[in-house]
């Protein structure tokens, strides 16, 4: 019923609703890489780069900073990175990694002689030669290769070889020159490679072996004796040819060689049994002297010893 005479409250005004805020996004976080290892090239350290983590969640941009900077030059060691990510109300999370730098690796005597006959030279056969005339080749010389060898893995050392081969050299009577040849490379070092000729130029194969096993042990004893590390090289493989040698001359020759480097205290490479299973591609046609692919497998075997024999643990 409608009252006149009714007295009503004024109805108050319904204050205004505030507005929610909308909810804060969650911290920022962020996962580093794995930790991570490489060997410098120097003894100075190495430059190093490594992915910057992305950050999850977070308020508005979110950065992130690695200390030290990807990029950076990193000392020979192991170096802490940590990477930030702070969002713009100053939230931080922070992961950690680490940067490990190993010295390149050294040799403890870097001055190499290699002394020997024509494989040592590296003669190779002229192609399309009926009478398999040889040639020097010193581009492709076991010594050649064997300083590339070492001087990319020794890259913060001077590494020096001397390729001191003669061809048709016999080792029975190679000590002059091997004294003349000490003398002016002054080798902390000397790799032998020598009796092919013996072999050959001998009236019959026993007196070749001995005059092989003679020659090199005179060798052998003499770089001792004037402080050198020695290492022995076996006869590579032959096989079919004008110049072939029987293998089992080859054979008999190494025994002996095996022989004289334990006597001499000294390191055997075995680059017969490195050739033998390549004998076709690593001979040449006259039955002696190594192919290119010869000569680059005779370095392996040499590099091998040296490196097993003289990089510093």
Known sequence: MWCGACNHAPTAPTPPVAPVPPPLAAPPTVACPADLSITAATSRGAAVSFRVPEAEHGEGTVTVACTPESGTSFPIGTTDVECDAVDTMQRKASCFFSVSVAAPPRLRLTRIMAFGDSVTAGQVVVPNTESADVITTPE???PTVLAQLLGARYSDQRIEVF???RPAERS??????FIGTFGLDHPNVVVLLEGYNDIIFAANGALGIAAAESGVSALAADARNRGARVFICTLTPS??????????AIQAANDRLRTVARGEGAVLVDTYGALLPFVEESVSSDGLHLTPAGYRRVADAVFAAIRADLEIK
């Open 172 to 177: 029975e009577l190679a000590l002059s020159r």
């Open 239 to 248: 096989k079919a040819g004008r110049r072939q040698i029987a293998m089992s």
């Open 163 to 165: 390729n001191e081969g």
């Open 140 to 142: 492709v010389a076991y």
